[in-house]
Nanobody, 121 residues
């Protein structure tokens, strides 16, 4: 079993910065894709950013130039640095990882429980 634990959410003023972290633990052989998604009130969950094990990144147009994603493979952790935050960035942020289990089985997607980011205008 694999667990993902996010941290770093909170309340920040418009224009401010936050850094989210998500650490995976459990029966892990390797992690291919790591990513962040978010869900604002009344809206569907949307992709924010992803990063492959080869450090190839992808961003939603709405966050390009403001957010960066990085990963520490030794710690099974993914980070989301969010700068120049706007009120429309307010959402619950979820991390997702595609994990190949340690002993047997195919890679599976796992999700964290989410961390709330609130940007005040």
């Amino acid at each position: 079993q694999v667990q993902l634990l996010e941290s770093g959410g909170g309340l920040v003023q418009s224009g401010g910065s936050l850094r989210l972290s998500c650490a995976a633990s459990g029966s892990i052989f390797s992690i291919n894709l790591m990513g962040w998604y978010r869900q604002a009130p009344g809206k569907e969950r949307e992709l924010v950013a992803t990063i492959t094990k080869f450090q190839i990144t992808k961003f939603a147009d709405s966050v390009k130039g403001r957010f960066t994603i990085s990963r520490d493979n030794g710690k099974n952790t993914v980070y989301l640095q969010m700068n120049a935050l706007k009120s429309e960035d307010t959402a619950v942020y979820y991390c997702q990882m595609n994990v190949k289990p340690l002993f047997y089985g195919e890679p599976e997607d796992y999700w964290g429980k989410g961390t709330l980011v609130t940007v005040s205008s």
